[in-house]
């Protein structure tokens, strides 16, 4: 038995702090991501508790006629705008720890091994109860490549950057489809990070 899950990452957001929207050129890459989905028969959509999560997955929602399942454990290692008064480089300083620490837990948020079992555990579950399915999960870079350095070996995740885990934060564009099967208990990496689906912005 196996299930196919598309791991999407958000469309561009707005600028700014917090639970922010997606852009006007997230709106257009969103909107080309549900165009692609259309074609398939996809049984199950999750996503980020997030503003621009829910709203891309908005968009593929309606094109492929299905209801969006939040779940909490698609939310990002960390948010900028949880820590009050803390600044972008502040943030983003914090965001390098986490990543080249995996363990490190910072003042909000997960650690990015933690963060990366919470989508294993979602896509697991989801798994259990839809097998033979394609399931689209709208969630974050970060965590994507936080559950990708958990369950895949360094020799193919440098199959897809000869450096992965040191470049991992600049690896997954927004609107970025993410394929892999969850097949007899393990995790199989289809795709990575593609957006040829989005070649009309270019």
């Given at each position: ?24 050129l997230g709106i257009q890459q ?173």
């Open positions: 038995m196996s299930t196919d899950f598309y791991l999407v990452r958000h469309a561009e957001k707005q600028k700014g702090t917090g639970d922010v929207s997606i852009s006007p969103a909107r080309m991501t549900a165009t692609y989905f259309r074609k398939m028969p996809i049984s199950r959509i999750c996503c980020s508790p997030l503003q621009r999560a829910k709203q891309t997955a908005g968009f593929i929602a309606e094109a492929v006629n299905q209801t969006i399942l939040e779940d909490t454990r698609l939310r990002e290692r960390a948010n900028w705008g949880d820590l009050p008064g803390q600044t972008f480089q502040e943030f983003i300083e914090m965001w390098n720890h986490c990543t080249l620490e995996r363990d490190f837990v910072p003042p909000v948020g997960d650690s990015a091994r933690r963060a990366g079992e919470r989508l294993s555990s979602c896509i697991v579950e989801l798994s259990a109860q839809h097998t033979i399915e394609r399931i689209v999960i709208v969630t974050h870079g970060g965590l994507i490549t936080d559950f990708m350095v958990n369950e895949f070996s360094q020799d193919e995740l440098n199959a897809y950057h000869p450096d992965f885990v040191q470049t991992q934060s600049r690896l997954v564009p927004e609107c970025s489809i993410t394929h892999i099967k969850y097949v007899d208990g393990r995790f199989v990496l289809i795709d990575f990070a593609n957006i040829t689906h989005l070649h009309l912005l270019g």
